[in-house]
C-alpha cells in the first residue's frame, strides 16, 4: 500500500478542546482502518507541527478522504506527503533513461 506522511497543526478550536485529545487519538484510528488504511504512527511533536502521522492506505483517494474528514471537524489542519519506501525509489530510478 502507499505510504503517506501527515504533519499536523492544531487550530484554534483544536487547542480550545486540547484536553480531549488523547481521546479522539483512537478514533482516528478506528476511522482510519474502517477506510482500509494502517496507521503505522501517531506522534506529538515540538516546532512547526503539533504531529506526525504515518499512515498505508490503499490510494490516494482513500487517503485524501481520511484526512478531508478529519480536518472538517476543524481541531487541526493537516499537510500530507506520498511517501516512497525504498523498493519503490528503486523501481523509479530503474525507470530513468
Same mark, same amino acid.
Given at each position: 500500500?502507499?505510504?503517506?506522511?501527515?504533519?499536523? #497543526?492544531?487550530?484554534?478550536? %483544536?487547542?480550545?478542546?486540547? #484536553?480531549?485529545?488523547? +481521546? /479522539?487519538?483512537?478514533?482516528?484510528?478506528?476511522?482510519?482502518? #474502517?477506510? %482500509?488504511? /494502517?496507521?503505522?504512527?501517531?506522534?506529538?511533536?515540538?516546532?512547526?507541527?503539533?504531529?506526525?502521522?504515518?499512515?498505508?492506505?490503499?490510494?490516494?483517494?482513500?487517503?485524501?478522504?481520511?484526512?478531508?474528514?478529519?480536518?472538517?471537524? %476543524?481541531?487541526?489542519?493537516?499537510?500530507?506527503? /506520498?511517501?516512497?519506501? +525504498?523498493? +519503490?525509489?528503486?523501481?523509479?530510478?530503474? /525507470?530513468?533513461?
Amino acid at each position: 500500500m502507499p505510504g503517506y506522511i501527515v504533519l499536523y #497543526k492544531y487550530t484554534q478550536q %483544536g487547542m480550545a478542546n486540547i #484536553k480531549g485529545a488523547p +481521546e /479522539r487519538i483512537p478514533q482516528l484510528k478506528a476511522a482510519a482502518e #474502517k477506510a %482500509g488504511m /494502517r496507521v503505522v504512527g501517531l506522534w506529538i511533536t515540538l516546532g512547526e507541527y503539533d504531529a506526525v502521522g504515518i499512515f498505508d492506505a490503499p490510494n490516494d483517494q482513500v487517503m485524501a478522504g481520511a484526512m478531508m474528514s478529519q480536518a472538517s471537524q %476543524g481541531n487541526v489542519t493537516t499537510q500530507t506527503m /506520498r511517501a516512497f519506501s +525504498e523498493d +519503490e525509489f528503486t523501481q523509479i530510478v530503474s /525507470r530513468l533513461p
